[in-house]
Nanobody, 126 residues
């Protein structure tokens, strides 16, 4: 089992940048494929980005491609999401998630992830 805690959220203007972190504790962090998801008020949780266990494979939603970058530091048990060129449609609560059962695949849907953090708020002012 792994415990996840997001940090780095906060108000930022449109066009600005922000880096989110997700600290993991418990079972070996490198055992998990990891993902970022977000949920805006009244909307379903949506996929943002995901990364393989070793970090060699990354995937991003079309809505953030070219603007957001997912990365991980297994030595520090930390997942990151670098968000650049933030848009007014990016505000949401951002969650990190860990997949504890897939052997090679990197899940891109929320239901495939086993463990979740509590989320961090990212408001964007225009």
């Amino acid at each position: 089992q792994v415990q996840l805690a997001e940090s780095g959220g906060g108000s930022v203007q449109a066009g600005g940048s922000l880096r989110l972190s997700c600290s993991a504790s418990g079972r070996t962090f490198s055992s998990y494929a990891m993902g970022w998801f977000r949920q805006a008020p009244g909307k379903e949780r949506e996929f943002v980005a995901a990364i393989s266990r070793g970090g060699s494979r990354t995937y991003s939603a079309d809505s953030v491609k070219g603007r957001f970058t997912i990365s991980r530091d297994n030595a520090k048990n930390t997942l990151y999401l670098q968000m650049n060129s933030l848009k007014p449609e990016d505000p949401a609560v951002y969650f990190c998630a860990a997949d504890g059962h897939s052997s090679y695949a990197v899940p891109l849907t929320a239901y495939e992830y086993d463990y979740w953090g509590r989320g961090t708020q990212v408001p964007v002012s225009s």
